[in-house]
């Protein structure tokens, strides 16, 4: 569970691998990240959303040389099309880091730097197995029939002088700080499978220069390395609130909320917790590994060639479609098989028939029955404070799902809402108290326009531009805010 900070939310995904354009993938947690912000902010909270491109490694200098382009007009070029496949998905970021950054260099390079003084860092060779779509050597497990088990590629013998991070250092430390703090790793899998590993297998010192390419932040301690892409980019998430002594950082940091891929775990915990061990900065909240969306059982991915492009479905059914569909149909945490029918069936069923009709006709019963403006209610039934109450009871679960990251479930109480409401009408039948003239019309028509605003409120976060739409109509300046949702206003 994300254990939200009084006044403050720091939520980041990754940075992203630059070699090619967004897939869906990236899109997932993205939103995710998105969803929180959103729903944080109408909390009240100030919020820090980061993401951003990762740009540096052996994967972009050659990704590049098959572009015919430098690597960094290259690496431009791509950040750009990101920013505008995210602008597409509705993202409302604060930050957008890219490892190419100034700033960012000078911060890993002082990082760096922090970490020698400490004694944990030194020369040697290595030599091993590497796979450069993971930018990462690997070991005999993650080989299988001498390919990479995730990008299934061959991999490459390398051996090369270098600088290690004494990681083997911080095994003891971080076991101990797995098994008092549960909540730092999540789902509760994901630590045991990291908090395992380590129990077995310990924590190998990571080389963390390359001298076989020259793509990269300059290492501070010798000019004839570079720095390891990972050393590099995890530090984007301090860099980004300009570490050492930037406001931002006193503000913001630790973060409360690391949003990830299960397959980069590793990196973001065993590694990036002993990174910031030895440099002597506060461990983040909590790094949540969420499920893949697969097709066909496999992990979606550029070098599978298995991708969904978000933007075609973007432009096939809108962002907010794709949004909805993508956090109501599976448990955040857990894999899922992309069904392009699924989504339809769920933008047919769910966002038009529920809730287009629900819009629709209130809008059409308020026009018709009260000359274009909401009445004051006037007498109360039974029925309508049952009415009243199922709300407020809906409205604290949604709160605690979204806090537990329980997406599918907060979406599956604001239907039930929606749903309700649809219930309402047809129970009371409006159309029936006009002919009647019975001044009960006006509370009903009072209730169907004070609940959509409430419902306006509660979707912004999962499909904001739907939920501006609904405000709009409602004759609203804007979305109503979560930290004032309460009903008669």
């Not at 970021?93 to 990082?111: G, N």
């Not at 779509?133 to 001498?146: A, K, V």
């Not at 129970?427 to 004070?450: F, G, I």
């Not at 609904?470 to 009903?487: D, F, H, T, Y």
Request: charged letters at 30%; a neutral charge.
């Amino acid at each position: 569970m994300v254990k939200l900070a009084k006044n403050k939310f720091y939520v980041t995904t990754p940075i992203y691998y630059v070699n090619d354009v967004p897939h869906l993938g990236h899109a997932y947690t993205t939103i995710a990240a998105d969803i929180l912000a959103r729903w944080n902010r109408s909390q009240g909270k100030s919020v820090f959303f980061l993401t951003g491109t990762d740009e540096h490694g052996l994967k972009i200098q050659r990704a590049a040389e098959q572009a015919g382009k430098k690597p960094k007009e290259f690496v431009d070029d791509l950040s750009k099309k990101w920013k505008n496949v995210f602008s597409k998905l509705n993202i409302s970021y604060d930050s957008w880091t890219r490892t190419t950054d100034k700033e960012h260099e000078k911060a890993v390079q002082e990082f760096i730097q922090t970490v020698a003084k400490k004694k944990d860092i030194k020369e040697g060779k290595y030599k091993g197995n590497y796979c450069v779509d993971c930018e990462h050597y690997l070991t005999d497990d993650d080989i299988i029939d001498g390919k990479c088990k995730i990008h299934k590629k061959p991999v490459e013998f390398l051996e090369e002088d270098t600088y290690f991070f004494k990681m083997s250092k911080y095994a003891g430390k971080l076991a101990e700080l797995y098994a008092q703090n549960p909540g730092l790793i999540q789902p509760k899998g994901k630590l045991q499978e990291i908090r395992g590993r380590i129990l077995r297998e310990g924590l190998q010192d990571l080389s963390i220069t390359r001298t076989t390419f020259d793509w990269g932040v300059p290492f501070p301690l010798d000019k004839k390395h570079v720095t390891y892409v990972w050393f590099d980019a995890l530090t984007n998430y301090i860099s980004a609130l300009g570490w050492p002594k930037g406001e931002k950082f006193k503000e913001f940091w630790p973060a409360d909320l690391h949003l990830i891929g299960k397959d980069i775990l590793w990196f973001h915990t065993a590694m990036w917790h002993s990174m910031l061990l030895s440099a002597g900065i506060e461990l983040p909240k909590e790094v949540y590994a969420h499920g893949w969306w697969t097709v066909e059982g496999e992990k979606m991915s550029k070098s599978l060639g298995n991708v969904i492009d978000p933007v075609k479905m973007v432009d096939r059914y809108g962002a907010d479609s794709l949004r909805y569909y993508l956090f109501r149909e599976i448990p955040f945490g857990e894999d899922g098989n992309f069904s392009e029918k699924v989504l339809v069936q769920r933008h047919n069923t769910e966002l038009a028939n529920d809730l287009g009709n629900l819009v629709s006709r209130t809008l059409t019963l308020i026009e018709k029955f009260a000359g274009g403006k909401v009445p004051k209610p006037r007498s109360e039934k039974s029925e309508d404070v049952d009415f009243i109450a199922t709300l407020d009871d809906d409205v604290r679960h949604i709160s605690e799902h979204v806090e537990k990251l329980e997406f599918h479930h907060a979406l599956g109480k604001i239907w039930e809402f929606i749903k309700a409401v649809n219930k309402y009408i047809d129970s009371e039948k409006p159309w029936e108290l006009a002919n009647t003239k019975d001044e009960h019309l006006h509370t009903v028509l009072y209730n169907c326009t004070e609940a959509l605003r409430i419902i306006s409120a509660l979707i912004w976060p999962f499909m904001p531009e739907t939920a501006e739409k609904i405000a709009k109509q409602l004759g609203l300046k804007e979305v109503p805010k979560l930290e004032n949702l309460r009903w008669e206003l």
